[in-house]
């Protein structure tokens, strides 16, 4: 037998009994000296993989398979309370911003006219045509004849939208009036109305305006005076 089919018997069997690998062995003294180192490893490889299961093995694999799926609960719970997280905070942003909108700009109007009776003027100048010409005049307008009983001439905002407040002084009680410049994001209502006061708006070139009073009040005449003498320029 030659030495490479030797080899390959041994390797593939180091405690073969085959005769022919015996006698083979018998006759050459180095391949009787590879046998025997291969059978030592072989027995040393053996004698590693003997190691003893611990009796209680069963157990602790049964009891870490528990832990391990534990552990992926607990990760998956977490994902889930972070879900449901974010959903109630969603839901609790999205109440709080449906319950908070912003007021219609006739909304705004209307809530002016709480404050109409404490409300004084920004200016020390006297209330007059020319005063309220000079505020009307950034919005392009003027009136033509002083609106009788104006007590108060501020500039305000209605949806963002600067705009001049009139706090004028009826046989009917304070009404005001309100020049809204035109915006095109900015719908004006041409009534609205709550519980305390109602308004109505006038459309004009390049302005509104909005004029509130008690909401028994007829506004009809405020109207007409307010369209007979303000006027916006081209």
């Avoid at 799926?69 to 879900?83: G, I, N, P, V």
Wanted: hydrophobic share 40%.
């Amino acid at each position: 037998m030659d030495e490479l089919e030797f080899r390959r018997r041994i390797y593939a069997d180091p405690e073969t009994t085959d005769s022919d690998v015996v006698e083979a062995a018998k006759a050459d003294e180095s391949k009787r000296s590879f046998w025997n180192e291969q059978k030592q490893l072989d027995k040393q490889l053996k004698q590693a993989l003997k190691v003893d299961v611990p009796e209680d093995l069963a157990s602790k694999l049964i009891w870490q398979q528990s832990a391990d799926e534990f552990t992926r609960y607990k990760r998956r719970s977490r994902w889930y309370l972070a879900m449901a997280a974010s959903v109630a905070f969603t839901v609790g942003i999205g109440l709080t911003m449906w319950y908070h909108q912003p007021l219609s700009i006739g909304g705004q109007a209307l809530a002016h006219m709480q404050y109409a009776e404490m409300e004084h003027a920004h200016s020390l100048l006297p209330v007059d045509l020319n005063m309220v010409n000079a505020k009307l005049a950034s919005f392009g307008g003027s009136f033509s004849e002083m609106l009788d009983g104006v007590e108060v001439a501020n500039y305000c905002h209605l949806s963002t939208v600067r705009s001049l407040h009139l706090i004028v002084n009826t046989p009917q009680g304070k009404m005001s009036v309100f020049v809204v410049p035109e915006r095109g994001d900015v719908s004006v209502p041409s009534e609205f109305a709550d519980g305390q006061y109602h308004g109505e708006s006038i459309k004009m070139k390049h302005a509104n305006v909005m004029i509130v009073g008690d909401k028994d009040a007829d506004l009809s005449d405020m109207k007409k005076a307010v369209s007979e003498r303000i006027q916006f320029s081209a």
